[in-house]
């Protein structure tokens, strides 16, 4: 069965310290990784994917198809980056399928 | 605003109670996906539909209903609410069937509070 599990509900750290958030999944085949993110009273939109293999907002992720994770990190977190991350696994031909979330409170 | 755009935003209603959500996808949009977040859980993926026919079917209730009509546009029906269908369901579009280019695009969110 698909699964993707974000252990953190809520990730509290203060401003310049790096940050990890956690995501691991559980699917078969090869899926694409992706990183949403909510701020504040917007909408959820896509953050970065790992096919890409880009740096957005300071933020990369690494796919670790051995350990099945995908977590994703920034050196210096910045008090813009509170909101909610969803890690959102999805294989070719299916739909994706999103992490519980997690909180990161940036703090000053 | 081409984005994708719901409503209502916010919604009470009693239990017993049917609902229709509407969601108008981004211009050029085929696909319409329909999610349910309750509190303190994920996105749980309810249907798609892509250029009108119903492509794939996730955790929704049989009390649950959807369309997607010509001018490409969904409905989300929920009848017979009960108090666990309190949650925010979010509407996201994407221009192919199966989202090849990894991003869907959001809506706000249709807030549903049964009473």
């Known amino acids: 069965a698909q699964r993707v599990t974000q252990p953190e509900k809520l990730l509290s750290v203060f401003k310049g310290a790096p940050v990890e958030l956690k995501c691991n999944y559980s699917?078969?085949?090869?899926?694409?990784l992706f990183w949403y993110v909510q701020y504040s009273r917007q909408r959820l939109q896509l953050l970065l994917r790992?096919?890409s293999r880009e740096s957005i907002k300071g933020f990369t992720a690494d796919l670790n198809k051995g350990e099945t994770s995908f977590h994703l990190k920034k050196p210096f977190a910045q008090e813009e980056d509170s909101a909610m991350y969803y890690c959102?696994?999805?294989?070719?031909?299916?739909?994706?399928?999103f992490g519980p979330g997690t909180r990161l409170s940036v703090l000053p | 605003d081409s984005g994708v755009t719901q409503t209502p935003k916010h919604l009470i209603t009693a239990t017993g109670q049917r609902v229709t959500l509407r969601c108008s996808p981004r211009?050029?949009?085929?696909?319409v996906y329909w999610y349910q977040q309750s509190l303190d859980q994920g996105l749980q993926f309810l249907i798609q539909?892509?250029?009108?026919?119903?492509?794939a079917k996730g955790n929704i209730l049989e009390r649950f209903s959807a369309q997607q009509f010509p001018d490409l546009h969904s409905e989300l029906n929920l009848s017979s609410l009960e108090l666990g269908d309190s949650a925010l369901y979010f509407c996201?579009?994407?221009?192919?069937?199966?989202?090849?280019?990894?991003?869907?695009?959001f809506g706000e969110g249709s807030r549903l509070t049964v009473l």
């Open positions: 996201a579009s994407s221009v192919r069937r199966t989202a090849v280019t990894g991003e869907l695009f």
């Open positions: 699917y078969s085949g090869s899926p694409e």
């Open positions: 790992h096919i």
């Open positions: 959102a696994p999805k294989g070719e031909g299916q739909n994706f399928v």
């Open positions: 211009s050029g949009d085929l696909s």
């Open positions: 539909y892509y250029n009108g026919e119903e492509r």
